[in-house]
């Protein structure tokens, strides 16, 4: 949100400029006081505009900076007023003329004065003075008065290795927020051990700590986790930290860690030294470090990994290590850190220093038991209504103790006071039952506990220990959780229903992960008649689909283009049609789905195609050889970069080829510049209301009832479409109707989507948000951030959505288009990007290459885009609302009031608010005479085209007497 905010201030500030110069040029009567004024003012905001320029969003995301580009922004629009509103640059004057011709009763009010004019340019002056001084007062732009804070990540090259710094950052900055607190390295060390995610290709797991910003801290949060009585306590763990030289000696590495596990073995301290002689010594030592690393787990710090050579060494040495081992690898490239963990990781924040410098933690990505979190709901659930019993059942061969002994763990170490508890108890029941060493009543009324009773087999058992611990009569905000493989003991053990969780054996695939992408195998494998899936919605854009393949073949290269937002089911549709032609078309013998590897590695590409083939010969010459001798159907899946299609191309694009190669990405340029025909550019929207409905009922299964109905649908409305958003929902919705929250989820949709770990999976699309807000062209950001003011669901008209955007000045003439074109030209970006959707009556199956957007008249606004808008814009005091719920008490001052149908005309409210600078007026619903106001005369936009009831030919005179500054008035 901080991209789009700062894109709308450096699109504000640089209109100013150009305004400002053009009455310098172009204003003869000004006075050279005044004349000098606007030259300084000029100035000034050509450096501020260059500050805006490389402040990225994590830069701005410092609340003082935040701050002082509000002030930028604000300040920007109050000179453009005085500059349109003094002295007269507005274009349209006579259109003015022409209205006062028309009702000369109006009565026209007089250009302000001359000596009025310079009196105001004077304080504008004087302002643009102070909030220049400020940057240097809270030392805003630099550090110790030189070195620039801003790192412009944004604007370096495509990298075709891993994800930038500010990326990674961002990215571990969203983990923070979502778990409410930085991550531990100390446990995640402890918890890794029994973690869900699935092995290595090496018997240890990585965890790469890496700093954004340089070294600092990094080695203190590693030698708090080193030297943790956690770590120290287990006698499993051989400890040794390496400081790493260059050139890497093999020899003295593993002699530094055969010392160091002998000191660090109480038993074996005495000899630490003479191993360590040995070792310098003797070849021998190789062979003795092998047979004492697979006896016992290691944990291994690698300080100052800066090559992947030395990476790889190190590797060859640990692969007979013992199964469970650790290695913690502390590097400052962030390109090394990523490609110890593999091209599927996670990061997470240790500890934030600076807005530009965090320590991280990588580790590997795998698909955590989703129930965990569904027993973590539970366990909320009992904390609301505790002390409280809740019963964990099912077979043995489920894991029901392994579950509960992980959220167990995790609560242990956990840091967020909101789900922390005072003490922990892990109670085996013993067999024959014994009711000895009782926990005391006390300590139930005066703590927290998490109690858990594992492996309880009679009713009776469980009434022996309620009576020793009185927990019926407890006042305590204590939780018992009960283990057994008896539902009928669960029932007796708990009065609640549901606080009784059932541990079924963990599903294959969850209906949350990317619902129709099966992967299945690569290459040209046999031919599974059941890797299909239906897709929701989505027949002629599948037939469509098909007519590009088809086109592709006869063009040279052979290569098409599928682009679309994050989640919009890009993979899904290409899977469709890729398995429908491995089934039943004989156009091609061999089929490749490519995966692009994070980080990027041209060799996985070579791997993918050429499998089962060895050769000595050049990788490329025999991806030539396969793509002209055989018909290949291949598909590249993720490419982010063009630099990492410039590297594929050379083995992709022989100059004779019977193949078809299609590439996905979220970018449209990347796509674009894959290809060299536009007519193969194929774009993915977000799915019809009633295709959403469709996909809801699929994942979520059970019916709903008739009272609830409503609310759900109206809670997949807020999805815009996106078809992992809606699985995502539809999957937590059971979970949602027994809980009686679904309104409150409704209420605060986007923050629970954002933080609730539930919706891990969402990340990715949050990730694409961001990174287009941020890498989006400056002109497009306040087109995006206008939308927000039209409610959810409502009908627009493409014409009035571009006028009001030249209204507003955020579609402006150019060199070669004027302000419409441009104007269109930006509705036909966000169109594209699903930002902006057509209506389910104008939308239908599109012939090969004919612009869907030319015919459109009328469009909606994506209602998921605009939940994330809406979900953060009002501390930027640009938007308000009069709405349900709007009182004495509601933010009364803004750019831009839109008056709701539900809001109850209240004229007291309304005389009470501030329009000294609202810019546009939007009503939907009643109108009523009181809602033009004297004080508007800013006013560019009156929006009345939603309003009900006539207006008045005294309103009208209002209208013309008093908002001199009106440039789109809507009547219809």
Not at 225 to 230: L, M
Not at 265 to 293: C, K
Not at 455 to 461: A, T
Not at 825 to 834: K, P, R, T
Request: one cysteine or more; glycine letters at 4%.
């Amino acid at each position: 949100m901080a991209d789009l905010v700062l894109g709308l201030a450096k699109y504000v500030v640089e209109g100013v400029m150009t305004k400002a110069q053009a009455a310098i040029e172009k204003e003869d009567g000004l006075r050279r006081s005044a004349q000098s004024n606007l030259v300084f003012i000029s100035g000034e905001f050509e450096m501020m505009h260059s500050f805006l320029e490389v402040a990225n969003a994590e830069r701005v995301e410092n609340p003082v900076v935040k701050t002082w580009v509000r002030q930028i922004r604000e300040l920007a629009y109050d000179v453009e007023d005085c500059i349109e509103f003094v002295v007269h640059l507005d274009k349209r004057t006579k259109f003015w003329l022409l209205v006062r011709r028309m009702v000369p009763s109006c009565g026209m009010v007089p250009p302000m004065p001359l000596d009025e004019a310079v009196g105001e340019i004077e304080q504008l002056k004087a302002r643009v003075h102070e909030v220049s001084t400020r940057n240097t007062r809270y030392n805003l732009i630099s550090d110790n008065g030189s070195k620039p804070i801003v790192v412009q990540q944004h604007q370096q090259p495509e990298a075709a290795v891993g994800a930038t710094t500010s990326n990674m950052l961002a990215e571990a900055r969203g983990a923070t927020k979502r778990q409410k607190g930085f991550a531990d390295l100390t446990r995640l060390i402890i918890l890794e051990n029994n973690s869900s995610r699935p092995a290595p290709a090496d018997p240890f797991q990585v965890i790469s700590v890496w700093g954004s910003g340089g070294d600092h801290g990094t080695t203190s949060i590693i030698s708090n986790t080193y030297d943790h009585p956690e770590i120290c306590k287990d006698q499993d763990f051989h400890r040794a930290w390496v400081k790493l030289l260059h050139p890497l000696s093999p020899r003295d590495f593993i002699s530094s860690l055969m010392a160091q596990f002998y000191a660090n073995s109480p038993s074996r301290q005495q000899n630490a030294a003479t191993i360590g002689v040995h070792g310098l010594t003797n070849m021998q030592v190789f062979h003795d470090f092998e047979r004492l690393v697979a006896k016992k787990r290691c944990l291994i710090v690698l300080e100052g990994l800066s090559n992947k050579a030395d990476w790889d060494t190190i590797r060859t040495f640990l692969r007979r290590i013992k199964d469970g081992s650790r290695v913690i690898v502390s590097t400052q490239e962030c390109e090394i850190a990523t490609l110890c963990i593999g091209p599927s990781y996670q990061i997470l924040e240790l500890k934030k220093f600076s807005d530009h410098h965090s320590v991280c933690a990588l580790l590997i990505k795998g698909s955590r038991d989703a129930r965990i979190d569904e027993l973590g709901n539970y366990l909320a659930k009992a904390r609301v209504d505790s002390p409280a019993v809740m019963c964990v059942w099912g077979t043995d061969d489920v894991g029901k103790s392994a579950l509960v002994r992980k959220l167990y763990d995790e609560r242990r170490l956990q840091q967020q006071s909101d789900q922390k508890f005072d003490k922990y108890y892990w109670v085996d029941v013993s067999h024959p039952f014994n009711l000895t060493d009782p926990i005391e009543e006390k300590l139930l009324k005066d703590h927290q506990c998490l109690i858990v009773i594992n492996d309880l087999r009679s009713k009776e058992e469980w009434d022996s220990m309620q009576a020793a611990l009185a927990f019926k009569h407890s006042k305590s905000s204590s939780v018992i959780i009960v283990i057994t493989t008896d539902q009928s003991i669960a029932s007796h053990c708990t009065n609640d229903v549901e606080l009784v969780f059932n541990v079924k054996a963990p599903e294959a695939s969850a209906a949350s992960d990317d619902l129709f992408k099966n992967k299945g195998s690569e290459g040209d494998g046999d031919k599974d008649k059941n890797n299909t899936r239906t897709l929701f919605g989505r027949d002629p854009q599948i037939k469509e689909l098909g007519e590009y393949v088809s086109e592709t073949r006869v063009n040279s290269p052979p290569v098409m283009s599928v682009w679309g937002i994050a989640g919009v089911g890009k993979s899904a549709l290409v899977r469709k049609l890729y398995d429908e032609r491995k089934l039943h078309s004989n156009n091609y013998d061999k089929y490749f789905w490519v995966d692009v590897s994070r980080p990027f590695n041209l060799r996985d590409l070579y791997l993918s195609l050429l499998q089962g083939i060895h050769s000595e010969k050049d990788p490329i010459e025999e991806c030539h050889s396969l793509l002209t001798k055989h018909r290949c159907f291949v598909v590249i899946d993720e490419l982010r970069s063009t630099k990492e299609w410039d590297l594929m191309q050379a083995a992709l694009k022989p100059k004779k080829s019977k193949s078809v190669i299609i590439v996905i990405t979220t970018d449209k340029r990347i796509a674009t510049h894959c290809i060299n025909n536009e007519k193969l550019l194929f774009n993915v929207k977000a799915l019809e209301a009633a295709a959403a409905s469709d996909l809801l009922n699929e994942v979520h299964k059970t019916s709903i009832q008739d009272d609830r109905e409503k609310e759900v649908q109206g809670l997949i409305l807020k999805c815009g479409g996106i078809p992992k958003v809606i699985a995502a929902i539809a999957s937590s919705i059971e979970m949602m109707i027994k809980m009686n929250v679904l309104g409150s989820f409704k209420h605060k949709f986007m923050h629970h989507l954002e933080t609730n770990p539930e919706y891990d999976m969402l990340q990715d699309l949050f990730d694409w948000i961001r990174a287009y807000f941020r890498d989006c062209p400056d002109y497009l950001k306040p087109c995006i951030f206008y939308l927000s003011i039209f409610p959810q669901g409502n009908i627009i008209r493409r014409r009035r959505l571009v006028r009001r955007w030249i209204a507003e000045g955020y579609s402006r003439d150019s060199h070669n288009e004027s302000a419409e074109e441009n104007g269109e030209n930006h509705f036909s970006e966000l169109l594209e990007l699903s930002i902006i959707q057509q209506l389910a009556s104008q939308s239908s199956s599109t012939s090969l290459n004919v612009d869907t957007d030319v015919r459109m008249v009328f469009c909606q606004v994506n209602t998921f885009i605009r939940e994330y808008i809406v979900s953060q814009r009002r501390e930027e005091n640009l938007v308000f609302e009069l709405g349900d719920k709007s009182a004495l008490t509601t933010q009364r001052t803004g750019r831009h009031l839109v008056i709701l149908k539900k809001w109850y005309r209240d004229k007291i409210v309304f005389e009470r608010m501030d329009f000294s600078r609202l810019r546009s007026l939007t009503v939907f619903g009643e109108w009523r005479g009181f809602l033009i106001s004297e004080s508007m005369k800013l006013l560019r936009v009156l929006d009345l085209e939603d309003a009900s009831h006539d207006v008045k030919h005294e309103d009208l005179d209002k209208v013309v007497k008093w908002l001199r500054r009106l440039k789109f008035l809507s009547l219809r």
